[in-house]
Each structure stands twice: as C-alpha cells, then as structure tokens.
C-alpha cells in the first residue's frame, strides 16, 4: 500500500497537520529540528505527495501544455528545449504536444490540455488562425509563438518574419548577385506570406532583379524538391534564399546531386539559424531567430497572465560560407 501524510507524521512524531506546514512550506512555522524529522521520515519511507489533491487544493498543477506544429524540426526542437529550461527554471513542468501540422490534432491537444488543468499554454499554430476562444473563456493564460497573428485576447511572441526575409535578400544582392530565388514555405502558413513579403520588398528597390519564387513545404523533402523544380522549369538562379533551415538542407543535397558547387555555382541563405547550419558542407548563412529570447518572453507571458502583451523580435544574419562571404563564425 503506498505510504500516506499519516505514516509519515507517526515515524516523525509529529501530527499530520505538522507534516503538510513541511511539504508546503507553511502557513505556520516548524522547528528546524521537527522540519528535519520529517523530511528524514518522508526519505526512509519513500512518500509520494498526491499531485493530483494537491493540485485540487491550490488550483495549480504546476504544469504548462507546449503544442508545435513538427517537433522533428530542429527549429521547433531547440524552441520545445529552451522553453523547457525556462519553465524548469520556473518551478513549471512542461507537457509537450506535436499537432504534426494538423489543425484537428491541435484542437484536440487544447481541449486536452484544458482537461489536464494546465496552469497555461504555448501554441505555435498550424494555421496560424486557431480560434481560442473557449481558452480564454476558461481563464488559462496562452501565448502564441511564431505563426500566429496577433490578436487583441492572445498574448503573442513573434519573429520579424519580414525583415528577415528582407535582410536575407538584400545581402545577397550586395554580393551582386540578380537572379535571386525564394523558396517560400506553404501558403497557409503567415511565416510565408511575411518572408516572401521582406523578399518582393527588397528586389523592388532594384528593378535589374527579377524574381523566381518556389514553393514548398518546411522540410527536408521541400527544399530538395523546390530546387528540382528551379532547375527544370527556369535557369540556374545565382542566389537561393530558403525559408527554414531544413528546407536549405535538402536544397544543398539537391544542388550536390547536381553537381552544383556552394558558392561558386550559386549561393544559398536559409532563414531559421538553428545549430546544424553550422555542421553543413559549406556551412550556412542563416538568418537566426532568437530562441532563448522567444522562449523566455513567452514563459513570461503565460505565467504572469493578464492583459495581453505582443512581442515581435528581429534576427541577426549569421555569416557562413554559403553565401560567397569570408565566414564570421
């Protein structure tokens, strides 16, 4: 049978009442002498505390829901563990939930997680558009990452999706590249619409600069694909601008296969600035989002509550061999 409040306080000599003030740290004092039997007494007896009654009693479960969109992206990964080190850091454990870029799958992991009494939610939307109103109708403060737009009852960190789009474009511009490509991601995504928003806005202060815009999803398949279909339906662009990081892995096996060097047939940015764009061969210029940045304002957020607070960061181009420049790092 497992070990209950009342063994222990029967082994420490002391009430059952003494031995909630212990664990709980109050509301009334305890020798440290008697804190110290107690505590001996929980370790030899092996006591659990009842999270679930304790939950009941506090309104608490010290506990957050974290729902991504494609947790094999090493983009969502590193986000998934900065957050994690976060909420640790808070006293918070983390329930992570993979919606796979399904938005019934991530309807179904908000109404469970509102199930599991959360003490507050992180989203990155599939869509971008996930209604949560029956969220804040129930008081559990969200925040939404990366893909959501901003909306008046939802806190939201963001990542200046358009700027850097736009940086990505105009530094290879500035190497005096003219036919740029972007290898946008899907279009029902708002992470796209604002990438391929920096890039028009770029290529437009120079009328000599067409554009060659590709589709595909955020993945390694995508990427590899996007530059097939580049090479078969116009000429070789001189620069490629990818918009995650995976995407710029499949694109570099893709030109590989082709027999197309980095950066002497044609130089590559990806957007993401996840840690494997150092460990490619060449390694990749990237414009990096600040994760730890991110993670931090929205466990913030989610645990201080209230009003709705809106943040929006910028990266920082990160210099590599892929794009034609002598390597920063």
Do not use: W
Request: aromatic share 4%; charged share 20%; hydrophobic share 40%.
């Amino acid at each position: 049978m497992p070990v209950t409040r009342n063994d222990v306080a029967k082994a420490a000599g002391v009430s059952p009442g003494v031995v909630s003030y212990v664990l709980n740290s109050g509301p009334r004092p305890v020798s440290a002498d008697t804190r110290q039997r107690v505590l001996n007494a929980v370790e030899v007896l092996g006591y659990k505390r009842d999270g679930l009654a304790r939950s009941l009693k506090t309104g608490r479960t010290d506990t957050l829901g974290v729902i991504l969109p494609d947790a094999s992206n090493p983009f969502f990964a590193e986000l998934a563990r900065a957050i994690e080190g976060h909420a640790y850091s808070a006293g918070k454990s983390v329930l992570v939930c993979n919606s796979a870029d399904d938005t019934d799958r991530e309807r179904s992991y908000l109404s469970t997680l509102l199930e599991k009494r959360v003490d507050g939610i992180i989203l990155v939307s599939a869509s971008g558009e996930e209604d949560l109103t029956d969220v804040l109708s129930r008081g559990i403060p969200i925040v939404a990452m990366d893909r959501y737009r901003a909306h008046t009852g939802v806190s939201t960190v963001r990542f200046d999706n358009r700027h850097a789009g736009y940086t990505a474009t105009r530094h290879l511009m500035e190497h005096g590249y003219t036919r740029i490509a972007l290898i946008t991601g899907p279009g029902s995504v708002p992470v796209s619409d604002e990438r391929l928003q920096g890039y028009g806005e770029a290529l437009t202060q120079d009328p000599g600069h067409p554009s060659y815009i590709q589709g595909a999803p955020f993945t390694f398949a995508g990427g590899y694909e996007a530059i097939q279909t580049l090479l078969k339906h116009s000429s070789l662009p001189s620069g490629i601008i990818c918009s995650s990081d995976v995407q710029a892995v499949g694109a570099t096996a893709a030109l590989v296969e082709q027999g197309l060097l980095m950066p002497g047939d044609v130089a590559l940015v990806s957007i993401d600035g996840t840690a494997l764009t150092a460990f490619t061969n060449p390694s990749l210029t990237t414009m990096g989002q600040p994760i730890a940045q991110m993670a931090r304002l929205a466990i913030e957020a989610v645990l201080h509550g209230g009003t709705a607070t809106h943040a929006t960061l910028k990266g920082q181009l990160t210099i590599r061999r892929s794009c034609g420049c002598a390597p920063h790092t």
